[in-house]
């Protein structure tokens, strides 16, 4: 490919155009002196003084290609031994065969067709066995007939700008490999050969400070020894550790001369000898932030310093390294996150079934088995709760170390998240070792007492297994299974294991078909609901009713909401069952308000995923505007468990809700574990006496001072109490004289359609 000159001089004209003015002016004087070569005249001795003192080749050849003119410039960068002038002499004097031919053929064409080749690149070697890169014009010249007699060359040196072309072509290469994650190995090797190209007689060598920051590790070395590279890989960094070691002990260039007298290289030049390098220019990798990374050497078996120019490539080196290595770290850092825990550093749920299709493959292949176990902690909420999410974390991160030492480099704790965990057990099992062996190591472990802020906590699990193949073909059907075992194991009264059986099988069939029927229950309009009244006993006027949700199945009857909220719970068909709910009561609330009857207030149970999600303040106003009901006519019931699971946040929510004008209401209370400093946090209005309490009053002692103590709480707050699950005569009395203000039951009402309630609203008072 040929390129244009740069700028010769001050001339700011085209460079074609000088450089055809002045070799015009040459060809002119040339064509003159030609047939007069003998005569020397004074306008002779001018014009070669002249051209002599040109930095660029310049000459005439006759027809034959052999020099007639020749500058200074081109016979001493061409001078042989007892060679002193080119003139009569041919490229193929002064130049290897295959150089010369070209450089013939060239000439022979340009005399041949008389057209001249202006801006060729070639390359030659000159006298000192140095390469050269010439910019070449050659142009033919003619006689006073208009014949080609000759041609004359000008040539210029563009050896440094091939050499600058050169560099930044090769490290647009090198970040080109980097940008596309090429290994390590590769832009190091890279990297290398392109100093080496441009610095003679040296070989050159990436190290890499390990992890630990203690020892070298090898980077590459593409033409050192690889015996050598091997001795120095592994050896600890310090202040007297050669070039390397030293360098990346001190965080600066280490240039040492002479290997053999240097006292940094006391105790490692016999390790050096037998490779005969004298000298070891080092500098080190940094990165972006100044942390050593590695070091860059060059090494040359000749004693002496590096030059200026040496030592900028060697700049330009560690810096292009210092990127490739912090690009690597940085992906790989990426990659380790997507693919683990970051609390804990466990393999994570992206990770497990390619794991697990490892270990079955494994198995496979040995003809043996692999077991997985799905393991959740027991009771974790407590401590979330009593001490905070840090503690939780931290409680995790402890519990996740003790598992990993229960295992086998083989087997494989991942964490799924929150409080799940699963064990994959692989490989043969040594002799007299069982797998339930080391899954009870697991949940020893697991067991043993954490010290958490000074605090003590005994953390057990539930454990479920299921085995390959016995239990399951693949991942998916390994953790359906030992996910039912582990949820049996919760049943039977936690801190257990159970290992999957037919029995659990056919449950968890059945509870597959459960969910897929109760998912076309909200489809197909099932669901219905059902309303139970509120009377204020002051006044014993019905002021408000619980919108309670049923089942109509077209097989089994009529199903109470204690046969499948668990079930949705569970899956998470909860939140679109709530939602559904919500807009039902409120659609059927207003209805009744239309249709003539006094205002009323309904209450709707609220869910604990419901509540968590973000947008369901916002679903809230949503039915309420949906419906045309006036906020003021819901009530929200909230249990204590549901609240007291993320307290800041369930505060933050009831606060959005009591701007809406919504009543909150706790549900279930005595039940739960909140405590005072939280409970008069809460924008609520009503406390719910749960029925447990209720059921056996006025007869037991205990639950008639249960119940005391929390009405005179709820009044202590200014809350008012509402008794659910009366049903008779004297526990009205009892809760009236114990100052309980609302009440809710079968006294009252069983939970009855919308129609037959309208009939009771219809009454003045009770």
Same mark, same amino acid.
């Given at each position: 490919?040929?390129?244009?000159?740069?700028?010769?001089?001050n001339?700011?004209?085209?460079?074609?155009?000088?450089?055809?003015?002045?070799?015009?002016?040459?060809?002119?004087?040339?064509?003159?002196?030609f047939? =007069?070569?003998?005569?020397?005249?004074e306008?002779?001795?001018?014009?070669?003084?002249?051209?002599?003192?040109?930095?660029?080749?310049?000459?005439?050849?006759?027809?034959?290609?052999?020099?007639?003119?020749?500058?200074r410039?081109?016979?001493? #960068?061409?001078r042989?031994?007892?060679?002193?002038?080119?003139?009569?002499?041919?490229?193929?004097? !002064?130049?290897?065969? *295959?150089?010369?031919?070209?450089?013939?053929?060239t000439?022979q064409?340009i005399i041949?067709?008389?057209?001249p080749?202006?801006?060729?690149?070639?390359? !030659?070697?000159?006298?000192?066995?140095?390469?050269?890169?010439? =910019?070449?014009?050659?142009?033919p010249?003619?006689?006073?007939?208009?014949e080609?007699?000759g041609?004359v060359?000008?040539?210029?040196?563009? /050896? %440094?700008?091939k050499?600058s072309?050169? =560099?930044?072509?090769?490290q647009?290469?090198?970040l080109?490999? !980097?940008?596309?994650?090429a290994?390590l190995?590769?832009?190091?090797?890279?990297?290398?050969l =392109?100093?080496?190209?441009?610095?003679p007689?040296?070989?050159?060598?990436?190290l890499?400070l390990?992890?630990?920051g203690?020892?070298?590790?090898?980077?590459?070395?593409p033409?050192?020894?690889?015996?050598?590279?091997?001795?120095?890989?592994?050896l600890? !960094?310090?202040?007297?550790?050669?070039?390397?070691?030293?360098?990346?002990?001190? @965080?600066?260039?280490?240039?040492?001369?002479?290997?053999? /007298?240097?006292?940094?290289? %006391?105790?490692?030049?016999?390790?050096?000898?037998?490779?005969?390098?004298?000298?070891?220019?080092?500098?080190?990798?940094?990165?972006?932030?100044?942390?050593?990374?590695?070091?860059?050497a060059?090494?040359?078996?000749?004693?002496?310093?590096?030059?200026?120019?040496?030592?900028?490539?060697?700049?330009?080196?560690?810096?292009?390294?210092?990127?490739?290595?912090?690009?690597?770290?940085?992906?790989?850092?990426?990659?380790?996150? +997507? *693919?683990?825990?970051?609390?804990t550093?466990?393999?994570?749920?992206s990770?497990l079934?390619?794991r697990?299709?490892s270990?079955?493959?494994?198995? #496979?292949?040995?003809?043996?088995?692999?077991?997985?176990?799905?393991?959740?902690? #027991?009771?974790?909420?407590?401590?979330?709760?009593s001490?905070?999410?840090?503690a939780g974390?931290?409680?995790?991160?402890?519990?996740?170390a003790?598992?990993?030492?229960?295992?086998?480099?083989?087997?494989?704790?991942?964490?799924?998240?929150g409080?799940?965990?699963?064990?994959?057990?692989?490989?043969?099992?040594?002799?007299?070792?069982?797998?339930?062996?080391?899954?009870r190591a697991?949940?020893?472990?697991?067991?043993?007492?954490?010290?958490?802020?000074?605090?003590?906590?005994?953390?057990?699990?539930?454990?479920g297994?299921?085995?390959?193949?016995?239990?399951?073909?693949?991942a998916?059907?390994?953790?359906?299974?030992?996910?039912?075992?582990?949820?049996?194991?919760? %049943?039977? @009264?936690?801190?257990?294991?159970?290992?999957?059986? +037919?029995?659990?099988?056919?449950?968890?069939?059945?509870?597959?078909?459960?969910?897929?029927?109760?998912?076309?229950?909200?489809a197909?309009?099932?669901?219905?609901?059902?309303y139970?009244?509120?009377?204020?006993?002051?006044?014993?006027?019905?002021?408000?009713?619980e919108?309670?949700?049923?089942?109509?199945?077209?097989?089994?009857?009529?199903? @109470?909401?204690?046969?499948?909220?668990?079930?949705?719970?569970?899956?998470?068909?909860?939140?679109?069952?709530?939602?559904?709910?919500?807009?039902?009561?409120?659609?059927?609330?207003k209805?009744?308000?239309?249709?003539?009857?006094?205002?009323?207030?309904?209450?709707?149970?609220?869910?604990?995923?419901?509540?968590?999600?973000?947008?369901?303040?916002?679903?809230?106003?949503?039915?309420? +505007?949906?419906?045309?009901l006036?906020?003021?006519?819901?009530?929200?019931e909230?249990?204590?468990?549901?609240?007291?699971q993320?307290?800041q946040?369930?505060?933050?929510?009831? *606060?959005?809700?009591?701007?809406?004008?919504?009543?909150?209401?706790?549900?279930?209370?005595? /039940?739960g574990?909140?405590?005072?400093?939280?409970?008069?946090?809460?924008?609520v209005g009503?406390?719910?006496?749960?029925?447990s309490?209720?059921?056996?009053?006025?007869?037991?002692?205990d639950?008639?001072?249960?119940?005391?103590?929390?009405?005179?709480?709820? *009044?202590?707050?200014?809350?008012r109490?509402?008794?659910?699950?009366?049903?008779?005569?004297?526990q009205?009395?009892?809760?009236?004289?114990?100052?309980?203000?609302?009440?809710?039951?079968?006294?009252?009402s069983?939970?009855?359609?919308?129609?037959?309630?309208?009939?009771?609203?219809c009454?003045?008072?009770?």
């Open positions: 490919m040929s390129t244009k000159l740069s700028h010769l001089g001339d700011e004209a085209d460079p074609t155009v000088r450089l055809m003015s002045a070799s015009q002016r040459l060809i002119s004087e040339a064509a003159r002196l047939p =007069l070569a003998s005569a020397q005249s306008r002779t001795m001018w014009l070669e003084a002249m051209i002599d003192e040109v930095p660029d080749y310049l000459y005439f050849k006759d027809r034959n290609s052999r020099f007639v003119v020749a500058n410039a081109i016979v001493i #960068d061409n042989r031994e007892g060679l002193e002038s080119l003139e009569g002499l041919s490229d193929f004097d !002064i130049h290897p065969e *295959h150089v010369a031919r070209g450089f013939f053929e000439e064409e041949r067709s008389g057209r080749m202006l801006d060729m690149e070639e390359l !030659i070697r000159d006298s000192t066995g140095r390469l050269k890169w010439l =910019l070449t014009s050659k142009l010249v003619r006689n006073g007939e208009g080609v007699i041609l060359g000008v040539a210029r040196d563009i /050896t %440094e700008r050499r072309e050169s =560099l930044h072509v090769g647009a290469h090198l080109k490999m !980097i940008a596309l994650g290994p190995t590769e832009v190091f090797s890279s990297l290398i =392109l100093i080496e190209a441009h610095v007689d040296v070989l050159g060598s990436v890499m390990a992890h630990d203690k020892r070298m590790l090898s980077g590459a070395a033409n050192l020894d690889p015996g050598y590279c091997k001795l120095i890989d592994g600890e !960094i310090g202040p007297k550790v050669g070039s390397c070691g030293t360098a990346m002990w001190r @965080g600066e260039p280490v240039i040492v001369s002479d290997i053999q /007298t240097d006292p940094l290289w %006391e105790d490692f030049k016999a390790l050096v000898a037998p490779y005969g390098f004298r000298a070891c220019w080092s500098s080190p990798i940094r990165s972006y932030q100044g942390k050593v990374l590695g070091s860059f060059l090494y040359s078996r000749s004693s002496g310093e590096p030059t200026a120019e040496c030592m900028k490539l060697v700049g330009m080196a560690t810096h292009i390294a210092g990127i490739a290595i912090e690009r690597k770290e940085a992906e790989d850092s990426i990659q380790f996150m +997507a *693919h683990h825990d970051t609390l550093g466990l393999p994570n749920r990770m079934d390619e697990v299709a270990a079955i493959e494994a198995a #496979d292949e040995r003809g043996g088995s692999m077991t997985l176990a799905f393991l959740d902690l #027991d009771n974790f909420k407590l401590v979330n709760d001490l905070g999410h840090h974390d931290a409680l995790l991160k402890i519990v996740a003790r598992m990993q030492q229960c295992v086998r480099a083989s087997d494989s704790i991942v964490r799924l998240g409080d799940e965990f699963v064990v994959l057990i692989n490989g043969a099992m040594r002799k007299g070792e069982r797998v339930e062996d080391r899954l697991v949940r020893e472990a697991v067991a043993e007492p954490v010290l958490i802020e000074g605090r003590s906590f005994k953390i057990t699990c539930s454990m297994v299921a085995a390959y193949p016995e239990h399951g073909r693949n998916t059907e390994l953790m359906a299974r030992a996910d039912a075992a582990m949820y049996r194991a919760k %049943e039977i @009264g936690r801190d257990a294991m159970q290992v999957f059986t +037919a029995e659990l099988a056919n449950r968890a069939h059945e509870k597959l078909e459960r969910q897929e029927e109760l998912r076309h229950a909200l197909q309009g099932e669901l219905f609901l059902q139970q009244p509120q009377m204020d006993l002051a006044t014993g006027r019905i002021f408000a009713v919108a309670l949700i049923r089942w109509r199945h077209p097989e089994r009857g009529l199903i @109470g909401p204690g046969d499948f909220i668990p079930l949705a719970e569970e899956t998470g068909l909860i939140g679109p069952i709530g939602d559904w709910t919500l807009r039902a009561a409120c659609r059927q609330n209805a009744w308000q239309e249709s003539g009857l006094p205002p009323i207030v309904v209450s709707v149970n609220v869910s604990a995923r419901q509540f968590q999600e973000k947008d369901w303040v916002e679903r809230v106003a949503a039915a309420l +505007a949906e419906s045309g006036e906020a003021r006519y819901l009530e929200l909230l249990t204590e468990s549901l609240i007291m993320d307290v946040q369930a505060v933050e929510t009831m *606060h959005r809700l009591e701007k809406l004008g919504v009543h909150l209401a706790i549900d279930d209370f005595g /039940t574990y909140s405590s005072l400093s939280s409970l008069k946090r809460f924008p009503r406390l719910k006496i749960d029925r309490f209720v059921q056996d009053l006025p007869d037991d002692g639950d008639a001072a249960i119940a005391r103590a929390v009405i005179s709480l709820a *009044h202590t707050l200014q809350l109490v509402i008794a659910e699950g009366v049903e008779t005569r004297e009205v009395d009892f809760l009236r004289d114990a100052g309980c203000d609302e009440i809710q039951g079968y006294y009252l069983r939970p009855i359609d919308a129609r037959a309630l309208q009939a009771i609203l009454i003045p008072s009770l």
